[in-house]
């Protein structure tokens, strides 16, 4: 069978990452991976694009999520309702807006910002949460992929898990030509948030940048010849990429291993130092990558931590074994 072809639409989203890349593939059937947020600019511009390729949104069979974010899960509520939804079992809270599962997230990073040291004055958890939402949809999954799962219409492509930006992050990879249409996985303009996530299975807080360095170090091993991303270009210098990427992440890790060296800092601590112009404006963003290089230190048993007065502090465990490799 032919190699079919990618298809990229670009839609534009209010948010600091600028337009989203969504991509049309004509197999047997046609699917759509990810839909762009639910604006009504965005959903004029897809309607607008499609119809230059003779199509309209009745026309898209099936969605394929590769995560739950607004700007790629929003303009879901467009769609008829008899197109197939398909991504991560872990979409479906956030796509569907369980308010249960809201209420939870919310109680959730209200007791975690507080023992990582987050001011009561700052912009709350709550609403934080309830942002997040603002321009998602209201749909559920119609079928759930996980790891090495096919997907009908779509021949010749393999669900990988690739948690880290998000837990239900998949890249889907075409094993024949080594395409992969790798969602926010791996960007050109800037590196990808690995972002903190209440845990969807058992009680344990997820390490998203665990997940995410683990995902990465996947992607080297695979022969990919381009990768379709969500955002900016196509990318073909993908090992030079990753290993930039690496060698960014373990230069910040350094970066807050110093700031521990003298005296036990909680995370906010940290995040301040470490983000001086930016941790106000974005608190949760900027807390998760600072968490992120906390537990990569602590993984490497670099630091430790530990709770006083209901608050985590974090130190130096061995100095003698720190290196910068
Ligand atoms: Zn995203």
């Known amino acids: 069978m032919k190699d079919e072809k990618v298809i990229p639409i670009s839609i534009p989203t209010p948010f600091a990452v600028g337009d989203v890349n969504i991509y049309l593939l004509k197999g047997e059937a046609l699917t759509l991976i990810d839909a ?97 939402y603002r321009l998602s949809c209201k749909r559920s999954l119609t079928k759930a ?12 492509w393999k669900v990988l898990e690739t948690p880290g930006h998000a837990s239900s992050h998949i890249a889907l990879y075409h094993e024949k030509s080594g395409r992969m249409l790798g969602g926010d996985l791996l960007l050109k303009p800037s590196s990808s948030n690995p972002l903190l996530e209440m845990p969807q299975k058992g009680e344990k807080r997820p390490a998203p940048l665990l997940d995410y360095l683990a995902s990465l170090e996947r992607l080297l091993d695979l022969p990919l010849s381009v990768v379709f991303p969500g955002h900016g270009e196509s990318i073909t210098a993908i090992r030079e990429l990753i290993k930039r ?11 807050v291993y110093s700031m521990i060296a003298d005296s036990p ?6 995040c301040r130092k470490l983000f001086p112009a930016v941790y106000e404006k974005e608190l949760f963003l900027t807390m998760s990558e600072t968490v992120g290089q906390l537990d990569d230190l602590e993984t490497r048993g670099l630091i430790t931590s530990g709770e ?17 490799d």
């Open 36 to 132: 762009g947020p639910k604006t009504k600019e965005a959903a004029a511009v897809l309607k607008s694009k499609l119809l230059e390729l003779n199509l309209t949104l009745e026309d898209i069979d099936q969605v394929v999520l590769t995560h739950h974010h607004a700007d790629h899960a929003g303009l879901l509520d467009e769609f008829p309702i008899d197109t197939a939804v398909i991504g991560h079992p872990f979409n479906e809270p956030y796509i569907s807006q369980d308010p249960v599962f809201i209420e939870k997230q919310q109680t959730f990073f209200t007791y975690l910002f507080k023992r990582f040291g987050v001011p009561a004055d700052m912009e709350s958890a709550s609403l934080t949460v309830k942002r997040s």
């Open 145 to 156: 992929v996980t790891e090495g799962s096919r997907i009908d219409g779509l021949e010749g």
């Open 245 to 255: 990427r690496l060698e960014k992440q373990r230069n910040r890790a350094s970066e």
């Open 308 to 324: 006083t007065g209901g608050l985590v502090y974090y130190m130096i465990k061995q100095v003698e074994k720190w290196q910068t």
């Open 265 to 270: 800092l909680t995370a906010f601590e940290i």
